[in-house]
């Protein structure tokens, strides 16, 4: 969906080394949810943002919402090769209704 | 719970064939979607459902394709005459409500027409 853009399309990262994916939309988010997907499957939930500045963890991941509920991150720390796959953003931009996506982010961590 | 579930997980068709996939989601999920994505890219959403009721289809989404719920179970997305721009994983996702409540996806069908 373009009315969710995420950032960098991208990403080869050092094993040990952190990153950040950024996912931004015109609109105010009402849900904001992140995914995990491996090349062929179906998507993994990471977490669900809701209200703004939140911010949530699990493991190495943390994702965050701001306060405009326009823009959020998703953060890793020392990344690991488990960490490799598609991230992909994705929110309810009315309140209600449906879930769109972005195109999603490719991160590779090299060992 | 064993989550979502779709089937078939693989389908090789012949263009002009008719396919039906079926998604099973998580119980007591009042909400259902299909989505399809093609390499590259992120899920295009295609229709969903509340309940029963099918509350939305995408403008993408030609008559060719039909999706039903019955008694708010089960859901089932049918392709007629398929083509090959249909290729593509078509993926189900459910969750309990419309805000607030994590959606969970399954393993997707991967729909190849020849």
């Known amino acids: 969906s373009q009315e969710l853009e995420q950032s960098p399309q991208s990403l080869i990262v050092q094993e040990g080394k952190n990153l950040t994916i950024n996912c931004t939309s015109s609109k105010t988010l009402y849900g904001l949810y992140w995914y995990k997907q491996k090349y062929g499957e179906g998507l993994i939930f990471l977490m669900m943002?809701?209200?703004?500045?939140e911010e949530k963890s699990h493991e190495k991941i943390t994702a965050k919402l701001d306060e405009k509920k326009q823009q959020s991150s998703l953060h890793i720390t020392a990344s690991q090769p488990s960490h490799a796959g598609i991230y992909l953003c994705g929110a309810n931009m009315e309140y209600g209704n449906k879930l769109v996506f972005g195109a999603g982010t490719i991160l590779r961590v090299k060992s | 719970d064993t989550g979502v579930s779709q089937n078939p997980r693989h389908k090789i068709t012949k263009r002009g064939q008719n396919v039906t996939f079926r998604c099973d989601p998580i119980?007591?999920?009042?909400?259902l979607y299909w989505y399809r994505q093609t390499l590259g890219q992120g899920p295009e959403f295609l229709t969903y459902?509340?309940?029963?009721?099918?509350?939305?289809k995408s403008r993408l989404l030609s008559d060719r394709f039909s999706a039903e719920r019955p008694k708010g179970s089960f859901s089932t997305l049918e392709i007629q005459r398929t083509e090959q721009g249909d290729s593509a994983m078509y993926l189900c996702?459910?969750?309990?409500?419309?805000?607030?409540?994590?959606?969970?996806f399954g393993q997707g069908t991967r729909l190849t027409v020849v």
């Open positions: 996702a459910s969750s309990l409500n419309s805000i607030g409540t994590e959606a969970f």
């Open positions: 459902f509340q309940n029963e009721a099918q509350l939305e």
């Open positions: 119980s007591e999920h009042n909400r």
């Open positions: 943002l809701q209200k703004g500045g």
